[in-house]
């Protein structure tokens, strides 16, 4: 049995909320330098901006954006896992609360959603946990924007629709937020499972590593395809035009019913906060 110290979780996860909010991955710099060579003299000029913006959150150890996001944390946890001295859920709150409150960031949660009453300490998360065999313990941190998660959506297309389909409520989609998600973007896409399945789906292929594609040809060949499709819309850094629309295509794909063909998309701002804890 492998034990994890109920403060050791809350320490971590504090930690991670702060990390992902000051400073960007190294990837995702590469990924500005890479456009950058490409872009026409408009999107050069945004993108530089958006990268000093980085690098200068990074050396005064700030927030790299005004919206510090929804908590989201994903936990995959083994059966062979106890946590010692409390229970998980609360471990995760206080992580998150601690890590709002220490790291400065804003807060961004309202407790009712017609009310609109900050709860003043960026909780509840959104908390996703998945059962497996073993010892396994790991954690995923993201911090969610309201912009890029407002551009977001699910639709139930019919089988009949098929790879076509998908790919057409994709482009529309991404068309419809123009800058209101602040491009460049990532986009994760989920299809198939059900309708509130598809959508945790579309959430986790957020998650996958910046530079990785899909194991699936299919699935990365449409990727692929989608990534220039949607560059092509022109909507470029921050709206204002050029040729980096989109950074990334990310998707994940779940048996469904035989009647349906889920699809849902995700939007995730440039700076595409999260990180992974491994116990």
């Known amino acids: 049995m492998k034990k994890i110290h109920y403060n050791d979780i809350v320490d971590k996860i504090k930690n991670a909320c702060i990390d992902i909010n000051y400073n960007a991955s190294k990837e995702l710099l590469e990924a500005y330098d890479k456009s950058i060579q490409n872009e026409s003299d408009v999107g050069k000029t945004v993108l530089s901006i958006l990268k000093d913006n980085v690098l200068l959150a990074h050396i005064e150890q700030v927030p790299i954006c005004q919206d510090t996001g929804t908590a989201v944390i994903f936990v995959t946890l083994g059966a062979n896992v106890i946590i010692e001295n409390g229970f998980l859920n609360d471990a995760i709150f206080e ?22 009453h900050n709860s003043g300490n960026n909780l509840p998360p959104v908390i996703h946990i998945e059962l497996v065999k073993g010892d396994t313990f790991m954690i995923d941190v993201a911090a969610k924007g309201g912009g890029s998660e407002n551009m977001s959506a699910l639709k139930m ?49 957020l998650l996958e590593p910046f530079n990785s594609c899909n194991l699936s040809k299919e699935l990365a060949d449409m990727e692929k395809e989608l990534e220039e499709k949607l560059n092509n819309l022109s909507i470029g850094p921050q ?32 700076v595409s906060r999260h990180t992974r804890i491994i116990f």
């Open 95 to 116: 992580g998150v609360e601690k890590g709002y409150r220490e790291g400065y960031l804003r807060k961004s949660i309202v407790d009712n959603p017609l009310t609109r």
């Open 157 to 205: 297309l019919t089988p009949a629709d098929g790879m076509d389909g998908i790919k057409s409520f994709v482009v529309e989609t991404v068309k419809k937020a123009g800058p209101n998600p602040c491009p460049p973007i990532i986009v994760g896409i989920g299809i198939g499972s059900n309708f509130e399945g598809v959508a945790l789906l579309a959430k986790k292929a």
């Open 239 to 270: 709206g204002l035009g050029g040729k980096t629309t989109v950074f990334k295509v990310h998707s994940l794909m779940a048996p469904c019913h035989i009647a349906s063909l889920p699809v849902a998309v995700n939007i995730n701002c440039h």
